[in-house]
């Protein structure tokens, strides 16, 4: 890890946790198509739905047929971890437009979490949009 904050040392940086998610996204396609889910909704869920463990949580509860109300309250109770996430990251981006940091927020994994993290420590404390935008567009695509 450098100490540049560049788009590009941001997506170099990232490359390596892509192989995280797409051992992820290959177990919540099998999972999903054994649960009778077409190859259409896996693919619209892994587009809408920007959480792993979210999706796990979706196709079980899809399956045994549970309440819309019921899914929504699961999704979200698992990732309000993201929010204690995007508030430890916020105090770095300061700087940052409220447009900006909320692209951030809504972006942020738990891998562009701990590489915002290490990065600090590469660059003495600072965070930038062109960074960390560059590595969550990397976990997203």
Known sequence: MTD?????????????TVFGYIGIG????????SNHLSV???????????????QFIMVTLIAL????????????????????????????LKKESLFRNIIIGSFLTDESF????NKLNATDGALNFD???????????
């Open 114 to 117: 701990a590489l915002s993290m």
């Open 65 to 92: 047929k549970s309440p819309i109300l019921s899914i929504v309250l699961s999704v979200f109770l698992v990732n309000s971890r993201m929010i204690l996430l995007s508030s430890a990251v916020a105090p770095y």
């Open 26 to 33: 290959l177990a919540f396609g099998m999972i999903a198509r």
């Open 131 to 141: 960074w960390l935008n560059a590595v969550n567009m990397v976990a997203y695509c």
């Open 4 to 16: 540049e904050l560049t788009a590009r040392t941001g997506i170099a940086e990232t490359l390596p």
């Open 40 to 54: 259409g909704l896996v693919f619209l869920l892994s587009a809408v739905v920007y959480a792993g463990s979210a």
